[in-house]
């Protein structure tokens, strides 16, 4: 996802999707307690998620330039500016990829701990800046690459004559099920088959995968 570099918001571990709620990671909740505490008038905070809005489409380094003077108009520190500045971006995406209503926005974001004011600030904010976003990001293609919705697997064996002992050649079949924002409600499976060293490998790159992302929670 085109987020900042090193900010982790999923787990590898995870395997189903949550369907349009925000997974409540360390880093996003304590986005939502920063933003809960947050003192700054609500129509700075509205025109910092409209400037976020129409910048989400950009390329990571036209986006950046401006989180210093963002930072300084909700009046927070360089780390928490990041955390919130971050969160509210992925907010905007999941609604953008989901295709929220503002009203389900507001509902997703209060049910995830934001105090009611502000879920409704956000879902204000969404209801006159969503169908740009949408569109911007459209353009460029975010969306497109398929989300893991489930998955499942089973094993099977080949067995000698004389039982078990002599088990040959074990294999993993491992079914994906994913969707894409376009195919939002279709679902596509993929199949795959791994043999032992096969998923050792891969079971090592998730390792990596995992170790990396719980180093920046």
Not at 58 to 73: E, I, P, W
Not at 106 to 116: T, V
Not at 143 to 166: E, M, N, Q, Y
Request: net charge negative.
């Amino acid at each position: 996802r085109p987020l900042r570099p090193g900010v982790a918001y999923f787990s590898a571990a995870k395997m189903t999707s949550t369907n349009a709620s925000f997974v409540q990671t360390k880093r996003f909740v304590d986005a939502v307690r920063l933003l809960n505490e947050l003192e700054t008038d609500a129509t700075i905070l509205a025109g910092v998620i409209t400037h976020l809005c129409g910048s989400i489409h950009l390329s990571l380094g036209a986006v950046t330039k401006d989180d210093d003077r963002l930072r300084a108009a909700l009046d927070v520190s360089e780390d928490d500016g990041d955390t919130i500045l971050d969160t509210c971006r992925y907010i905007i995406e999941e609604a953008a990829y989901h295709a929220m209503r503002p009203a389900v926005l507001s509902e997703k974001l209060a049910a995830a701990g934001l105090n009611q004011d502000k879920a409704e600030l956000f879902g204000g904010v969404w209801e006159r800046e969503g169908r740009d976003v949408l569109a911007a990001l459209r353009s460029r293609g975010v969306g497109s690459f398929p989300r893991l919705v489930s998955s499942s697997w089973s094993l099977t064996v080949h067995l000698a004559s004389d039982g078990v002992s002599k088990v040959k050649d074990p294999r993993v079949f491992l079914a994906l099920e994913t969707t894409t924002q376009q195919e939002r409600g279709s679902e596509r499976r993929i199949d795959t088959e791994f043999t032992r060293d096969g998923l050792a490998d891969l079971f090592a790159k998730l390792e990596r995968v995992q170790s990396q992302l719980d180093s920046l929670m």
